[in-house]
C-alpha cells in the first residue's frame, strides 16, 4: 500500500471520524499518522480510537503512527455573571484572581496567578485568540488594570494569550501528566507536547516519556524561538503549529518563521510537521480555496515531511474527501521540477559520521546507477531518519526489526516502513531489501537497489555499508 507521495499526511480523530469504518476509509485516503486532541474528548474514547487504528493496522500489514497531543498549560478567563461582557475600546478593564465573583463590563478573574507574576506596565494580553486586546498599566501579583486597546464580546472562559512574557509554568500540568501517562499505556507512538517555552519544558516531557515515545515538540509560542535550536535538538520531530502563533505575533511574521523553523529542523535531520488551518473551509465546503491549496503547496515546497488536518478531519462534514484533496496536492507539487530542483539545491553537508557518509553517498549513487529505490536498515530509525535529510529522488524503502521504530517512522518524508524480522547474514541483507522492494511495489524486476546497513547487524547508530544490488524478475 504505497503512497503516491513523499510527504506525509497527518489527521485528527474527533466526532466526526472515530469509528472503525471511518478510520479505515481516511487511511485508505492517505493518512500516515493519527492525531488523538487530549484537548477534547475522555481518554475512554481515545482508547477505542486507538484500538480501530492498530484493527486496521493487523488488517493492511501497514505501520500507522498514532500521535497523543496532550493539551498544555491553556490560560483562560473565569466566568460572567451574564455569561458575557462587552468591552468597550479606549476604557479601563481589570483582572483580578477573585473567581468568587463574576466577571463583568469592568473586571472578570483571570484564576492564573503565574500570569500576573510576568506582567510589568506596557505587557499585552489576547484575549479570545486575539479579539479582544488589553495593555497593562498597573498591575500586582493578584490583580493587573488595563487599558482595552481592542474592544469587544467576551464570554464565559476564553483563552488568555501573553504573547512577550515567559510565564513561570511547566508545559506539563496535572491533565497532561495524567493523558501522558495513560497515552503511554495505550502504546502512542508520539507525545506531542504544547505550549513550549523553553529547552526545560523539553527536557521534563522526555523525563517522563522515557524512551517510551517520540517527543513532538508544537512550537506555538513565540519565546520558544528564541530557543530554537536547542528545542530541536531536544526533541524527536517539531510541529509548526501556526494557530496560537497567528495569535501571539503578527500575521505577516508567521510564514518566513514557518520557513525558518523547516529550514532548521531539514538541517538537523529532525521531522517537521506544518499544521493549522490548511484546509479549513472543507470543514463545511466539499473543495478547498486555491489559497488553502497553495498553503499546502508551499509546506510541500518547502521540504516539510508532513502537513496536517485538524477540524477538517476531527468534526468536518467532508473527512475522507479532505484528506484525497491533500494527498493530490502534495504528490501534484512533488511531481513539478521546481520541486525537484529546490531539494536539490537545499541538501545540507553532511555531518562528519559515518552515517551520514553513506547516506550521502547513498542518495548520489541511487542517482548514478538510476535505481528505484534506497532501502534502510534500522533499529532505532537513526539511519532512517539520515536517509531522509539528504532528500533523494527515488523511495527510501525502510527495513526494521522494531515495530514501534516501523510506526514512529510513518511520519518521516519518503519513508516507506516494513516491520520484518532482523537478518542475520549479508546475504541475508540483500535478499530481503531486493524480495521486499519487488513486493512492495517499489522496484521491478531489473532495476537497482542501493541498500545500507550496519555491522554488526542489529546494532543502532552503526550505519556502515553500502551495497548496490539487482532486483530478479
Not at 96 to 106: A, M
Not at 159 to 176: H, I
Amino acid at each position: 500500500m504505497r503512497r503516491p507521495r513523499n510527504a506525509k499526511i497527518v489527521a485528527t480523530l474527533g466526532p466526526a471520524s472515530s469509528t472503525l469504518d471511518s478510520i479505515g476509509a481516511l487511511f485508505a485516503a492517505g493518512v500516515d499518522v493519527f492525531r488523538l486532541n487530549f484537548s477534547h474528548g475522555l481518554q475512554e474514547h481515545h482508547r477505542e480510537r486507538v484500538e480501530h487504528i492498530r484493527a486496521i493496522e493487523k488488517k493492511t500489514g501497514r505501520p500507522i503512527g498514532i500521535m497523543a497531543d496532550l493539551q498544555g498549560p491553556k490560560l483562560r478567563l473565569g466566568t460572567f455573571a451574564k455569561g458575557e461582557a462587552m468591552l468597550a475600546t479606549g476604557g479601563a478593564f481589570r483582572l483580578d484572581l477573585d473567581r468568587d465573583h463574576p466577571g463583568d463590563e469592568r473586571r472578570a478573574p483571570l484564576p492564573h496567578p503565574e500570569i500576573f507574576a510576568a506582567l510589568t506596565a506596557g505587557t499585552e494580553l489576547l484575549l479570545d485568540d486575539g479579539k479582544v486586546r488589553l495593555r497593562v498599566t498597573s498591575c500586582g501579583p493578584d490583580f493587573a488594570d488595563t487599558e482595552i486597546v481592542v474592544g469587544g464580546r467576551l464570554s464565559d472562559r476564553k483563552g488568555v494569550n501573553v504573547p512577550n512574557a515567559v510565564l513561570p509554568l511547566s508545559a506539563l500540568t496535572e491533565k497532561d501528566r495524567s493523558d501522558l501517562a495513560y497515552a503511554l499505556d495505550l502504546g502512542v507512538d508520539w507525545i506531542a507536547l504544547s505550549f513550549v517555552q523553553r529547552p526545560d519544558d523539553v527536557a521534563e516531557g522526555r523525563k517522563l516519556v522515557a524512551g517510551k515515545a517520540g517527543i513532538l515538540v508544537k512550537l506555538e509560542k513565540p519565546l520558544a524561538m528564541n530557543h530554537l535550536d536547542e528545542i530541536i535538538e531536544l526533541a524527536d520531530a517539531v510541529m509548526v503549529a501556526r494557530g496560537d502563533l497567528g495569535v501571539e505575533m503578527p500575521p505577516e511574521e508567521v510564514p518566513p518563521l514557518q520557513k525558518q523553523i523547516i529550514h532548521a529542523c531539514r538541517q538537523a535531520g529532525k521531522p517537521v510537521i506544518v499544521a493549522t488551518q490548511m484546509l479549513e473551509s472543507m470543514i463545511h465546503a466539499a473543495a478547498p480555496t486555491r489559497a488553502e491549496a497553495s498553503d499546502v503547496a508551499t509546506a510541500i515546497y518547502d521540504g516539510a515531511d508532513a502537513v496536517m488536518l485538524s477540524a477538517e478531519t476531527a468534526a468536518g462534514d467532508f473527512p475522507v474527501e479532505a484528506v484525497a484533496i491533500m494527498s493530490r496536492i502534495v504528490a501534484r507539487v512533488e511531481h513539478d521540477t521546481l520541486y525537484r530542483a529546490g531539494m536539490d539545491a537545499s541538501h545540507f553537508a553532511p555531518e562528519h559520521t559515518p552515517s551520514d557518509a553513506i547516506s550521502a553517498a547513498a542518495r548520489q549513487v541511487a542517482r548514478t546507477v538510476d535505481a528505484a529505490a534506497i532501502v534502510s536498515y534500522t533499529t532505532s530509525g537513526a539511519t532512517a531518519l539520515r536517509a531522509a535529510r539528504e532528500r533523494p529522488d527515488v523511495p527510501i524503502l525502510v527495513l526494521t526489526s522494531n515495530l514501534q521504530t516501523a510506526r514512529r517512522l510513518s511520519l518521516l518524508w519518503g519513508a516507506h516502513c516494513v516491520h520484518t524480522r532482523d537478518v542475520s547474514s549479508f546475504g541475508d541483507m540483500v535478499n530481503k531489501a531486493v524480495r521486499t522492494a519487488h513486493r512492495e511495489g517499489l522496484a521491478k524486476g531489473g532495476e537497482r537497489v542501493v541498500i545500507t546497513a550496519g555491522v554488526p547487524f542489529g546494532t543502532p547508530g552503526a550505519t556502515n555499508i553500502l551495497r548496490i544490488a539487482w532486483v530478479n524478475a
